[in-house]
């Protein structure tokens, strides 16, 4: 088992940046890629950006170019710098880990709210 809880959320005003943190606990050693998806209200949770254990990264085309995913050496924690932030980047945002033998976890998310 993988839990996953991610912090840093808040709200900002456009064009600042905010991190936000998912800090994984238990059996990290099965993970294979974490990722950061989104949901806004009334739509489908969409890919952010994903990295895998060999530092591989992609990213939604909406987000390219001003957000950056990271991870300590470690693999317990995984970083989303968010930079030029957008009302429309307004959504909250989860932690996705995925493990060995096609296990899935999920945080619960935390919130970014981006005002005009």
């Known amino acids: 088992q993988v839990q996953l809880v991610e912090s840093g959320g808040g709200l900002v005003q456009a064009g600042e940046s905010l991190r936000v943190s998912c800090a994984a606990s238990?059996?990290?050693?099965?993970?294979?890629?974490m990722s950061w998806f989104r949901q806004a209200p009334g739509k489908q949770r969409d890919l952010v950006a994903r990295?895998?254990?060999?530092?591989?990264?992609n990213y939604g085309d909406s987000v390219k170019g001003r957000f950056a995913i990271s991870r300590n050496s470690v693999g317990n924690m995984v970083y989303l710098q968010m930079n030029n932030l957008k009302p429309e980047d307004t959504a909250v945002y989860y932690c996705?880990?995925?493990?060995?033998?096609?296990?899935?976890?999920w945080g619960k998310g935390t919130l970014v709210t981006v005002t005009s």
């Open positions: 996705k880990a995925d493990a060995t033998f096609g296990r899935i976890y």
């Open positions: 238990g059996s990290i050693f099965s993970i294979n890629a």
């Open positions: 990295i895998t254990i060999s530092g591989v990264t």
